[in-house]
């Protein structure tokens, strides 16, 4: 379970996150999303211990991350990128994340298998796509067996076939029981994998519930996201 619960963050005289309040809870995928510069990464970036609210806590099965004995354990995340080095293979990248968490090898051959990567395992990350890329990030995230995985824009620039890819994994990674977080400034392409929303504007939650409760009367996701962004969601 993910918890957050009154974070607020301000940067000088701006306040980028206010009473950011909400569960992703285990078994589901809790789409967090908004338009850019909504404040999505800086709340995950909350989450992972990568930045300090200024008050109020995000928790991770009710610890802060810096509090956690074994955080590759409890919390998965794919940011920004792959998260290796370009000049490395993707093999290499992630025996590396392997050796640093205690797991052998097999583990290592095992996850490239389940990302679809195998055959490019010896190549160089920076030959990589943006969907491999991707793909290792989240064969990276998930070796060590966390009971949460956080996805920032993890459809953004993909192909439909790539988007397909991500959207069917992250629904396997739920039904094993992980909490999924996801942001996304994308609804379309979302509907069909997330279970919850949770909504964020200018740095307010301003939606948090099942798909159907944040839908409500309008005729689709990407409809109710454009109700309640205004003009902001467009962009
Ligand atoms: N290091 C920083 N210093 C100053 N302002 C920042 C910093 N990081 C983010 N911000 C500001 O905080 C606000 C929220 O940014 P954030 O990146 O969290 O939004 P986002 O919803 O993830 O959007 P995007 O999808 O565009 O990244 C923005 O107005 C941004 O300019």
């Known amino acids: 379970m993910l918890t957050f619960e009154h974070v607020n963050k301000r940067r000088g005289a701006r306040d980028i996150l206010t009473d950011i309040t909400f569960h992703a809870r285990p078994g589901r995928v809790t789409g967090f999303l908004g338009p ?3 404040g999505k990464s800086s709340t995950l970036r909350i989450l992972l211990g990568l930045d300090r609210p200024t008050s109020g806590q995000a928790l991770v099965d009710g610890q802060r991350f810096a509090s956690l004995r074994d ?3 409890s919390i998965g995340a794919v940011l920004d ?3 290796a080095h370009r000049s490395r293979t993707g093999r290499a990248h992630l025996r590396w994340v392997a050796r640093s968490a205690g797991i ?3 583990r290592v051959e095992e996850f490239l298998e389940l990302v679809g990567i195998a055959d490019a395992g010896n190549k160089r990350v920076s030959t990589y796509s943006l969907g491999m890329g991707r793909r290792l990030g989240l064969a990276a995230a998930l070796l060590a067996d966390p009971g949460a995985l956080v996805l920032d824009e993890p459809v953004n620039g993909l192909d439909p076939e790539g988007i397909r890819w991500i959207r ?7 039904q094993a029981g992980r909490t999924v977080l996801l942001s996304s400034h994308l609804m379309g392409e979302l509907a069909e994998t997330v279970d919850d929303v949770v909504v964020i504007v200018g740095g307010r939650i301003v939606a948090d519930g099942t798909l159907a409760e944040v839908t409500g009367n309008h005729k689709n996701l990407e409809d109710a996201f454009f109700a309640l962004t205004g003009d902001r969601g467009a962009r």
């Open 104 to 106: 052998g090898n097999a």
């Open 71 to 73: 955080p590759l354990r």
């Open 81 to 83: 990128g792959s998260g």
């Open 168 to 174: 069917l994994f992250l629904r396997e990674q739920a």
């Open 36 to 38: 850019n510069g909504a």
